[in-house]
């Protein structure tokens, strides 16, 4: 649908309709997944923003006119921005309130940085390759996220100098969650993960108890790029 546009013609009103198009499909994937997700609905908040959010802001120029299909597109790097849907569901999933600090692992080209921008209070995000993490640090400060810090780094490890986090996003998989990111996360908090082998992976939401009790629960099968180990870029 969105192939048949061409970017050079096509206005900011032209991106609106396709957001919105984009928002009623997140809509009709959550309730065909009611029974899996246990709610027939995501926040409205987040709805609103991925609504709000310029998509075709954050992917190749020769990639906008797909920059709204609810599918994953290449970045660069052996990497992807995620389907529109996942960012919406992992969003929800986070329960971010206003005031929260957020921890994200993997900036890629920083659309879900903006997404948590706009719902929590700050965003501390981490990119283990250079030339993403820069280009998003510069496409982020000129659609005036100021509120995002962006780090160069192997997100295995965290950001212990803004720790705890109130939530922690990663958009990358590890085989298992790493220890650090666990004890980062403040007691209260929750993390949305994907994490198992490359071919096994699932979505898990950890919740960290006010006494320090996690909880994990299995949201969905996935499929995200490997999460890198130390020292690998």
């Known amino acids: 649908m969105c192939g048949a546009y061409d970017t050079s013609t096509m206005s900011d009103l032209d991106f609106g309709t396709l957001r919105r198009q984009m928002v009623a499909e997140i809509a009709a994937q959550t309730i065909f997944l009611t029974a899996r997700l246990g709610k027939a609905s995501l926040d409205r908040r987040v709805l609103e ?55 994200e692992v993997g900036t890629g080209l920083g659309y879900q940085a903006a997404i948590l921008a706009e719902l929590a209070a700050r965003v501390f995000t981490i990119e283990v390759i250079e030339e993403l993490a820069l280009d998003a640090r510069q496409r982020l400060g000129r659609l005036g996220y100021t509120s995002v810090e962006v780090r160069v780094g192997n997100g295995r490890a965290g950001w212990p100098e803004h720790a705890p986090f109130d939530k922690i996003i990663a958009t990358a998989a590890p085989d298992l969650i790493p220890p650090a990111l666990i004890y980062q996360l403040k007691p209260g908090g929750r993390m949305v993960i994907p994490a198992g082998l490359p071919d096994a992976q699932q979505l898990l939401l950890l919740e960290k108890d006010a006494d320090d009790t996690l909880s994990t629960r299995e949201i969905l099968p996935v499929r995200f790029s490997l999460l890198a180990e130390p020292g690998e870029s």
């Not at 959010?53 to 597109?73: I, K």
């Open 49 to 103: 923003v991925m609504t709000k959010v310029p998509r075709h802001e954050f992917v190749r120029l020769e990639l906008q006119p797909l920059a709204y299909a609810d599918t994953p597109l290449p970045s660069g790097y052996g990497k992807t921005i995620s389907q529109p849907f996942i960012v919406a569901l992992m969003t929800d999933l986070l329960e971010l309130q206003p005031t929260d600090v957020v921890l």
